[in-house]
């Protein structure tokens, strides 16, 4: 049989081949009321449903106990318990018999009742089990469909996955193709940080792709490769080894410092959005995280969410860093992160926090709470004026408690807080320049085409300079946690600028240490300089 490409756009790079594993197919969502007299049959998939998920779990608790990772294993261990609680499956029953539910959606819409009134108690140890009893619902409601929710070494093929579902389902796959979902969507930050290959846009012939079909996924491309040729099985699988080796290099080097030939301190940070996230940077020599973004996993609240969300989501992420930075970003709400509470709102990040002080003391207790033993920093989003940082330290005030107070720094992603940054920057512990947003304002470009957007555009980098010139004036360290801290041409005008800090993907950490140890700091400043040169400040692009 011929090799059929099918075309989509690339999400997240790298050319990876293995069996598809179908998540979605035409008519898995199909909900038509199952017959009475086959409901008791439907009732008995979806308990064997959740006992195959409970011994699945029991399995990957004692491979953690052995690995010496017990606390890794208590959390996974909750969702044993969760899977034989008596409330959960008298839901299910109650879908399955009452409304003749499917197996699996009864499953899922039973683990979802069960979040929502977890979400809501006032016990926070209660309620940030919900994430665990979602993620319980979606794990047993792919056995009662036939399906594996983590294939190793498998392509993962779906209608559109949520960033958490690739954290979750694609770290132990070969990549991820959709038939919806865009470059910009946040599934394809968390694909990038991980360095999990991915395609989006492939529309809906992707789902006739036959389960277990080996199929090759090209996510340099934007192809999707059905009955792929022996030649290139053979070309995916070298690109994947030399990913391979060049991961257990840097795994090799995480302990070396990121220091430029002629001495010149760089930290490099990881982002992240997830556990999976925060263990890989780390894996790869991260000197902790640069941006925790916090609003990803509710970006389909129906409310803002509570202190017990909000522990449940922060304290397993930032227990694991130890000593190690934390740099924990407030909710980013608002352009295309807006979640149904917030439809109409006109604001985005700090602005919108700011307009519900109630929220945000509740999110400041929370990450004050969760980051006690770290090198906590909390990171103000869209900031445009010191105002509004006065105004966060003033909450801070509300809820520390005694405890000493964190750093507190602004993200400087608009041209009006570049063009204000020695004001903020008075009144900051340190500044966090995001060039996606910044490169995609300064160049009027939308989200689609803003990865691929010049950083090094005069006009943006005159921008940046601006910035760190400011935190210079005011001695504090000065990161880029944009992909431009990880792009190999702008890294080092970066550096040659004289940014302190990089935060980059999780999956980029050790290819950016390793590019600075190959950099001369004085050569870098040449270069920058030049640049600045280059041409007019008012230049048209």
């Keep these: 049989m011929s090799e059929r490409a099918l075309r989509g756009v690339s999400a997240a790079p790298g050319v990876r081949s293995g069996k598809a594993v179908v998540l979605d197919r035409e008519g898995t969502e199909d909900q038509t009321a199952v017959l009475p007299e086959q409901r008791p049959h ?5 308990l064997l449903a959740l006992k195959t998920t409970a011994a699945e779990l029991e399995t990957m608790t004692s491979t953690l106990r052995k690995m010496g990772m017990d606390d890794d294993a208590d959390i996974i261990e909750t969702g044993i318990l969760i899977a034989n609680d008596a409330g959960l499956i008298a ?12 197996a699996g959606h009864a499953l899922r819409a039973a683990a979802d009742q069960s979040a929502d009134e977890l979400a809501q108690l006032a016990d926070p140890l209660l309620a940030e089990r919900a994430d665990d009893v979602r993620s319980l619902g979606r794990r047993a409601a792919a056995h009662a469909m036939g399906l594996t929710p983590a294939a190793a070494g498998g392509v993962l093929v779906a209608r559109t996955l949520g960033p958490a579902d690739v954290a979750d389902l694609g770290l132990g796959a070969n990549g991820v193709a959709l038939a919806g979902g865009g470059v910009t969507a946040h599934a394809a930050i968390v694909a990038r940080s991980l360095g999990i290959p991915m395609v989006v846009g492939l529309g809906s012939d992707v789902l006739e792709v036959e389960d277990g079909e080996e199929v090759v996924l090209d996510g340099d491309g934007g192809l999707l490769v059905r009955h792929p040729n022996a030649a290139r099985v053979a070309a995916a699988n070298a690109n994947a080894d030399r990913r391979h080796n060049a991961r257990e290099e840097a795994r090799a080097q995480r302990l070396d410092p990121a220091v430029t030939k002629d001495g010149r301190r760089i930290i490099v940070l990881a982002n992240a959005a997830s556990m999976a996230e925060a263990i890989e940077g780390s894996e790869l020599g991260a000197e902790g995280i640069g941006l925790l973004r916090t609003e990803l996993a509710y970006l389909d609240a129906s409310a803002w969410p509570s202190t017990g969300m909000q522990l449940g989501f922060l304290k397993p992420i930032l227990d694991r860093l130890g000593g190690k930075t934390a740099t924990v970003r407030l909710l980013d709400f608002g352009g295309d992160k807006t979640p149904p509470f917030l439809r109409g709102a006109t604001g985005r990040g700090i602005e919108l926090l700011l307009e519900s002080p109630a929220a945000l003391r509740v999110q400041l207790a929370a990450i004050v709470e969760a980051g006690d033993k770290t090198r906590l920093r909390i990171l103000v989003p869209m900031v445009t004026n010191p105002e509004q940082i006065r105004a966060v330290r003033l909450a801070l005030t509300a809820v520390l408690n005694g405890r000493p107070s964190p750093p507190v720094g602004a993200m400087i992603e608009t ?7 020695g004001e903020i920057a008075r009144e900051c512990d340190f500044l966090s320049i995001g060039t996606n947003d910044l490169t995609q304002l ?15 555009d005069i006009r943006v980098l005159r921008l940046i300079d601006a910035t760190v010139r400011a935190g210079r004036a005011a001695r504090i360290p000065v990161d880029v946690c944009g992909e431009a801290a990880s792009d190999a041409i702008a890294m080092p005008i970066l550096v040659g600028l004289g940014v302190d800090e990089l935060s980059v993907a999780a999956a980029r950490v ?9 950099l001369d700091y004085a050569a870098c400043r040449e270069i920058a300089e030049r640049r600045l040169l280059s041409q007019p400040a008012d230049a048209a692009g």
């Design 442 to 456: 300064v160049l009027a470009l939308d989200r689609e085409h803003s990865k691929s957007a010049p950083v090094t």
């Design 415 to 421: 041209p009006e807080a570049a063009h204000r940054a």
């Design 91 to 102: 839901r299910v029953e109650a879908l399955v018999i009452g409304s003749g539910r499917p």
């Design 510 to 518: 050790g290819e950016v240490r390793s590019w600075v140890r190959g």
């Design 42 to 46: 439907e009732l008995e998939r979806a």
